[in-house]
């Protein structure tokens, strides 16, 4: 079946570092999406893996491990408007189908 | 446009009534997805179309649901005799289509329905 995980919330302090790990199972693979949604507003892109490593941008960073199954999405330099839910999703192969997972809401303390 | 337009932004609609969503995606984007997002959950994938190639519908719940795309254009979702389940909203995406590449989705603000 299809599956992805991720933590439901967290929350972290401004100025802080935060990881937001993801880990999936998926019938097939041809690429990972970090997405961030605000409340009330749609889903923007932020980054994408389909290689396993690390891919810098800015303050954000994702990592992805295939034989692993797993993503992570690093935050730096945290600020009080990267408070929002960050979605994971997966693209199928043979296709374009995407998959998401149900978010991790993250909170941005003073 | 520049960006997905979808309509209307909002919806009120009775129970057993039918609904049309629109969509109108970015030009030149041959791929369009709907998906489904209830209130604090993530995203359900409900329907895919790339150019004249046949849908992908393995994410529509019911036979209530359908949607339509002639070629790369406009798209319809419709949901035929409404039940209170399906309050949420739908989200509207588009992409170019090419083969390995980083081709994100573009999202539209999304249509909320609220079944009464």
């Known amino acids: 079946g299809q599956n992805i995980d991720q933590p439901t919330e967290m929350t972290a302090t401004e100025g802080a570092i935060v990881q937001i790990n993801c880990t999936y199972q998926?019938?097939?693979?041809?690429?990972l999406f970090w997405y961030q949604q605000h409340a009330g507003e749609a889903p923007t892109f932020l980054s994408y893996n389909v290689l396993d490593g690390l891919e810098e941008k800015g303050r954000f960073s994702s990592f992805l491990s295939r034989s692993k199954g797993y993503s992570y999405l690093l935050l730096k330099e945290l600020q009080m408007k990267d408070s929002a839910s960050y979605l994971c999703a997966v693209r199928d192969t043979g296709g374009f189908k995407t998959i998401f997972g149900a978010g991790t809401r993250l909170f941005v303390k003073a | 446009g520049a960006g997905v337009s979808q309509s209307p932004s909002n919806k009120v609609t009775e129970k057993g009534k039918d609904v049309e969503l629109r969509c109108d995606p970015i030009s030149g984007h041959t791929a369009l997805y709907w998906y489904r997002q209830r209130l604090g959950q993530g995203l359900e994938f409900l329907i895919y179309?790339?150019?004249?190639?046949?849908?992908?519908k393995s994410g529509l719940p019911s036979d209530r649901f359908s949607a339509e795309r002639t070629g790369e254009s406009v798209s319809t979702l419709t949901i035929q005799r409404t039940q209170q389940e399906d309050s949420a909203v739908y989200l509207c995406a588009s992409s170019t289509r090419q083969v390995g590449g980083n081709q994100p989705q573009h999202f539209g603000d999304g249509t909320r329905l609220s079944i009464l």
């Open positions: 179309f790339q150019g004249n190639s046949a849908p992908d």
């Open positions: 998926t019938s097939g693979f041809n690429g």
